[in-house]
């Protein structure tokens, strides 16, 4: 730590009783917290309740007046203000404020030990005095460091990566554009919980909420998704049997779904009732299912079950890759040209990740979307009619790729990309699934499938 740095740290008591902490060396403004107005309710055992201390924070006007777009109005009503008052919210509030004052000042690696981030609280906390002093979102970089060590403490101590880390940390995530732990906790969110409510907010900064809510949808309805995914692979032998002639295939049918039932595991919209999806797919590994017809005259009943259940848990185990910020991002700039707004979101040669920081799939795309549903249904029209034209099907297709360097140039930037306007504004598709019967190997790559989409968008244009 810096000389500066040091002697910023020091926190001395002056004549008032109150605690002064001189974040900056040359300050000329204080700003002072006071204790809540509501009395503190003391346990009845503590005979000497203890008086909330003042706390004042002596800072640059200058760099204030910079980072704050609230001081910096009250600095051009009151040009001649030195010092401004506010209550203190409660747990974590100080704190925070003190987070933020010291990284403006001096830069977050100057942050004293005890001003490290150890419980998820003070990350919500942090965002809510940065939106009322005026901080953020314009200068949310400032501490972005803290965040991340908050970030890494609660996923690497404890019980680390938890149902309830992941909705307190999710949100956080977005705001300080973690795009890595993000897409991490929302994958982990659709996969390990099965309520409608994906987001957990610790502090009394209540009014967070409402933006948080974002995420309950686009994550409920990936959810569904990868329950869709997994449903249908799962019932694949049942459809190969229903079409069988032979007498056998009834008895066999029903033993399936019989060892299916006994993991809890069927029918699929009956278990997530129960169970969160990664359970679901943990449990189907039990599966130990042979038919018992020996001389089947069709060959239905000698299907291999078990390997057919291995690739449906293998897809829906790949079904999502979680939310994607710079998607969310993108999808939301409905200011640009349409042309231009669309040759962002379009895919390239089948990747849906161009120009993101980290890799991912159709459904991320999918679910990330902020804009208009009706452009989004636009864009995959278009995919799809190109799609046919090129003869292009699932097998081997790559949808996603591994995590992109700040340096590769994005596709998007190719001016021999264009997309045809008049053909994204239809609405028309190929009218069904491009999607083969035949199960895929393993180690190929899963692209989503069409009729789910289809199937979403039908939904979305009918409540639009």
């Known amino acids: 730590m810096s000389a500066d740095a040091s002697n910023s740290a020091l926190a001395t008591k002056v004549a008032s009783g109150a605690l002064q902490i001189t974040i900056a060396n040359d300050s000329d403004f204080t700003i002072q917290l006071t204790p809540p107005a509501k009395p503190l309710v003391e346990k009845a055992t503590n005979p000497q309740p203890k008086r909330a201390r003042i706390v004042q924070f002596r800072c640059s006007r200058a760099v204030l ?16 203000l030195t010092i401004v008052t506010f209550e203190n919210k409660g747990t974590g509030y100080g704190y925070a404020l003190e987070v933020w004052l010291r990284c403006l000042h001096n830069g977050a690696n100057t942050l004293p030990h005890n001003l490290k981030a150890t419980h998820t609280e003070r990350a919500w906390v942090a965002i809510g005095v940065g939106e009322q002093f005026g901080f953020a979102p314009q200068h949310i970089d400032k501490i972005k460091p803290w965040f991340l060590d908050c970030y890494n403490h609660a996923l690497n101590n404890g019980p ?70 997994l449903d249908k692979e799962l019932f694949f032998p049942l459809d190969k049997l229903h079409r069988a002639t032979c007498t056998c295939r009834k008895e066999t049918a029903f033993d399936y779904q019989e060892a299916l039932m006994a993991l809890e595991c069927w029918p699929v919209d009956k278990a997530v009732k129960k169970y969160p999806l990664s359970e679901i797919i943990d449990e189907l590994e039990k599966l130990e299912f042979t038919p018992k017809a020996t001389n089947c005259p069709s060959g239905a009943c000698h299907h291999d079950f078990k390997n057919s259940v291995n690739i449906a848990m293998r897809k829906a185990k790949f079904a999502f890759d979680g939310l994607c910020l710079d998607c969310m991002e993108r999808s939301q700039a409905d200011e640009l040209p349409r042309q231009e707004f669309l040759k962002q979101n379009y895919p390239y040669k089948g990747c849906w990740d161009m120009a993101c920081r980290f890799g991912h799939g159709r459904a991320s795309w999918y679910y990330s979307w902020m804009g208009s549903s009706s ?90």
Not at 65 to 80: A, K, M, Q, V
Not at 179 to 196: D, S
Not at 422 to 432: F, Q
């Open 160 to 229: 680390g990566l938890t149902p309830m880390t992941a909705c307190c940390l999710a949100f956080p995530c977005s705001v300080f554009d973690h795009a890595e732990g993000f897409m991490k906790l929302t994958k982990y969110l659709a996969y390990h919980t099965n309520g409608n409510i994906f987001t957990h907010n610790p502090s009394t900064f209540q009014a967070l909420n409402q933006d948080a809510r974002i995420l309950d949808g686009p994550l409920t309805t990936a959810r569904a998704h990868i329950q869709s995914v």
């Open 375 to 464: 452009v989004r249904r636009d864009i995959l029209a278009q995919y799809r009619e190109e799609k046919v034209k090129l003869g292009i099907n699932n097998r081997g297709r790559r949808g996603r790729r591994g995590r992109r360097s700040p340096q590769e140039v994005s596709a998007h930037d190719d001016p021999t990309i264009a997309l045809d306007d008049s053909k994204v504004s239809s609405h028309e598709s190929n009218g069904g699934s491009d999607k083969e019967s035949t199960h895929i190997k393993l180690e190929e790559d899963i692209d989503d499938d069409d009729e789910f989409f289809d199937a979403e968008d039908a939904y979305l244009e009918e409540t639009d």
């Open 65 to 80: 007046n910079e980072h704050s777009t609230f001081l910096s109005g009250l600095f051009r009503s009151r040009p001649d």
